[in-house]
T-cell receptor
């Protein structure tokens, strides 16, 4: 039951450039979307979220865009830094708080 | 440091055995969630407890069970283990029960290897 899909298992970008991580979902009932970052040997940590009533949310270098008609969200990191190298998970939830996660995208930012 | 503590960090056991994974939530958090991450898979939601009561159930096998104790720590019991149960098991916590969109705080996980 893959309600949240991250179709790119990996992404490599140069330091200073933009990183764009993508996520697609199938359940139109999802009303909140979150991005988590995970370093090796650690648990995921919350990065940024967006409500379904918005189409953009920005926090410093991180911006999340939501396209409800396409059931697609993306995370933009500008400028990318080597410390951003991690696995990024998108997650979606609806009112029972059953948070569904994608399989993750491994971002590598090269110096 | 998320404030969520999971023990043990690593566990190696044989097929057919039973293990218990333990989680202490962040101070003040009443909800505990268990997730399973198999190789190259996303986090699969297993079960949620809120203040000692089961609140939501995901793709949890009948061989697995969990509970949350009065001091709010939680245990995930895995029995009749199979090779396919090898995975990372994460515990997460949050303040409330159904806080819309509130982020979960994850522990560092327990890596279970079944041989």
């Amino acid at each position: 039951d893959q309600q949240v899909k991250q179709n790119s298992p990996s992404l490599s970008v140069q330091e200073g450039r933009i990183s764009i991580l993508n996520c697609d979902y199938t359940n139109s009932m999802f009303d909140y979307f979150l991005w988590y970052k995970k370093y090796p040997a650690e648990g995921p940590t919350f990065l940024i979220s967006i409500s379904s009533i918005k189409d953009k949310n920005e926090d410093g270098r991180f911006t999340v865009f939501l396209n409800k008609s396409a059931k697609h969200l993306s995370l933009h990191i500008v400028p990318s830094q080597p410390g951003d190298s991690a696995v990024y998970f998108c997650a979606s939830t609806y009112n029972n708080n059953d948070m569904r996660f994608g399989a993750g995208t491994r971002l590598t930012v090269k110096p | 440091d998320s404030g969520v503590t999971q023990t043990p960090k690593h566990l190696i056991t044989a097929t057919g055995q039973r293990v218990t994974l333990r989680c202490s939530p962040r101070s003040g958090d009443l909800s505990v969630y268990w997730y399973q991450q198999s190789l190259d898979q996303g986090l699969q939601f297993l079960i949620q407890y809120y203040n000692g009561e089961e609140r939501a159930k995901g793709n949890i096998l009948e061989r697995f069970s969990a509970q949350q104790f009065p001091d709010l720590h939680s245990e995930l019991n895995l029995s009749s283990l199979e090779l396919g149960d090898s995975a990372l098991y994460f515990c997460a916590s949050s303040v409330g029960d159904r806080d819309l969109g509130s982020p979960l705080h994850f522990g560092n996980g327990t890596r279970l290897t079944v041989t």
